[in-house]
């Protein structure tokens, strides 16, 4: 038996922190839910017309990516309660902010995995601005890669938005190998 619903929501979603720079070169920081990869080497947010956020990137047409992690949970959940236009809540998080190598934005010494963008493509779609990056740079801090020098999912604990219950999740360990289990099936 199946049940149907009206208010949809699927998880996981990845829990970003967008990261800007207002007209001063002051840093904001975002907590948004809508966004993801829409390519090998592409990004996608989808924010409103009304945040600080979407008038910095309308402005330095550069953004960052971060993933936010368990150990930072309640800064990145702050981030989503607090507008841009507070120009201390940086500061009130107990963030850093270094000044990307590859684009106008900044990126946060707290969270360890950081894509930098330059915006490609800014349109209003469904009531909100889809914003399209292409990742110029990816920044990991060294604690959370592995033996191999990757990035470890484990070591990162992202969080994940579940808005059906409208909690942060981490997933969990590897279960199955890509491109190699389905092979079964040939």
Known sequence: ??????DIGFFPQPVLVIGTYNEAGVPNAMNVGWGGMCGSRYVNINISRRHKTTDNIFSKKAFTMSFADQAHLVEADYFG???GAEENKIEKAGFHALKSEFVDAPIFEELPLTLECKVIEMTEVY????????VVNMSADESILGDDGLVDADKLQALSF???RKVYRT????????YA??????
């Open 127 to 134: 009531g909100v601005i889809r914003i399209v990056g292409e």
């Open 81 to 83: 309660l607090i507008s």
């Open 171 to 178: 997933l969990g360990g590897v279960v199955g190998q890509a």
């Open 1 to 6: 038996m199946r049940k149907n619903f009206s």
């Open 162 to 164: 579940d808005r059906v």
């Open 181 to 186: 289990d389905g092979k079964k099936l040939l």
